[in-house]
């Protein structure tokens, strides 16, 4: 069964690295007291990671469906997970080292290592994955209304729980991607995916530009990307002060 590359998806998904990489850019600015923004609270800021974790999530979720489609083996899929669920636990050692208090214990990686499986085992409800993502995302909202009462559900707040993403307060933490809403985005890449292979191949089979290779070629290495640029911008952010630029 061939694997080839998606490269229009490859090539979305190196749109959300870009994205992604501006933004840890002007947050590590931040960071270093170069700029001063709040990335908790300002829109600007809030919104825009939403959208970046929507992108990566549409993006994981399709490429879901098109292994699927490919004939991906179980074996095969173990073996991609276990890169992302090491790279998750790397991430909360480093980030653990740099900010103690308020380290990451279930970002996007984590959320993404645990959606995975419930999207591989699920993948084939096909149609249904568009009403359950609806849920999946309401029931946030739901939740945090129905916990928000003194003395309810309370539990849910504690890290223990909170990684299903049913709170009423946000946990303190750099990185913060639960189960609930994320994995009605992902299951909604699935389902329009799916969608589109069965209806309009060409949109996920056909080339990309000249000029858009880069993001194609870009979106291959996502994990890797996206393990390195941070230590790489904060590294050169850190030379740059020591030298007093």
Same mark, same amino acid.
């Given at each position: 069964?061939?694997?080839?590359?998606?490269?229009?998806?490859?090539?979305?998904?190196?749109?959300?690295?870009?994205?992604?990489?501006?933004?840890?850019?002007?947050?590590?600015?931040?960071?270093?007291?170069?700029?001063?923004?709040?990335?908790?609270?300002?829109? &600007? $800021?809030?919104?825009?990671?939403? *959208? @970046?974790? #929507?992108? +990566?999530?549409?993006?994981?979720?399709?490429?879901?469906?098109?292994?699927?489609?490919?004939?991906?083996?179980?074996?095969?899929?173990?073996?991609?997970?276990?890169?992302?669920?090491?790279?998750?636990?790397?991430?909360?050692?480093?980030?653990?080292?740099?900010?103690?208090?308020?380290?990451?214990?279930?970002?996007?990686?984590?959320?993404?290592?645990?959606?995975?499986?419930?999207?591989?085992?699920?993948?084939?409800?096909?149609?249904? &994955? $568009?009403?359950?993502?609806?849920? *999946? @995302?309401? #029931?946030? +909202?739901?939740?945090?209304?129905?916990?928000?009462?003194?003395?309810?559900?309370?539990?849910?707040?504690?890290?223990?729980?909170?990684?299903?993403?049913?709170?009423?307060?946000?946990?303190?933490?750099?990185?913060?991607?639960?189960?609930?809403?994320?994995?009605?985005?992902?299951?909604?890449?699935?389902?329009?995916?799916?969608?589109?292979?069965?209806?309009?191949?060409?949109?996920?089979?056909?080339?990309?530009?000249?000029?858009?290779?880069?993001?194609?070629?870009?979106?291959?290495?996502?994990?890797?990307?996206?393990?390195?640029?941070?230590?790489?911008?904060?590294?050169?952010?850190?030379?740059?002060?020591?030298?007093?630029?």
């Amino acid at each position: 069964m061939s694997h080839a590359r998606f490269d229009r998806l490859d090539a979305l998904r190196g749109v959300a690295i870009v994205w992604m990489t501006i933004y840890h850019f002007c947050f590590d600015l931040n960071h270093f007291g170069w700029i001063k923004q709040n990335f908790y609270t300002d829109p &600007l $800021w809030t919104w825009q990671r939403s *959208a @970046i974790v #929507s992108l +990566f999530l549409l993006c994981a979720g399709a490429g879901q469906a098109v292994a699927l489609h490919q004939g991906q083996t179980w074996q095969r899929f173990w073996k991609r997970w276990a890169q992302v669920a090491g790279c998750a636990l790397l991430v909360s050692v480093g980030s653990y080292l740099m900010y103690p208090k308020t380290f990451i214990y279930f970002g996007v990686l984590h959320g993404i290592a645990v959606m995975l499986i419930i999207v591989r085992l699920t993948a084939h409800w096909g149609v249904w &994955l $568009w009403p359950l993502g609806a849920l *999946a @995302i309401a #029931s946030k +909202f739901i939740a945090a209304s129905a916990i928000s009462t003194p003395g309810s559900w309370q539990f849910l707040n504690e890290p223990g729980f909170n990684i299903l993403g049913w709170v009423s307060k946000l946990p303190v933490t750099e990185d913060y991607v639960p189960i609930f809403p994320w994995l009605g985005v992902m299951w909604w890449g699935v389902a329009a995916a799916q969608w589109l292979l069965a209806n309009r191949s060409v949109m996920m089979t056909g080339s990309v530009t000249h000029s858009t290779r880069w993001l194609a070629w870009l979106g291959t290495w996502s994990l890797t990307w996206y393990m390195l640029h941070q230590p790489v911008m904060i590294g050169v952010i850190t030379v740059l002060k020591k030298l007093g630029v």
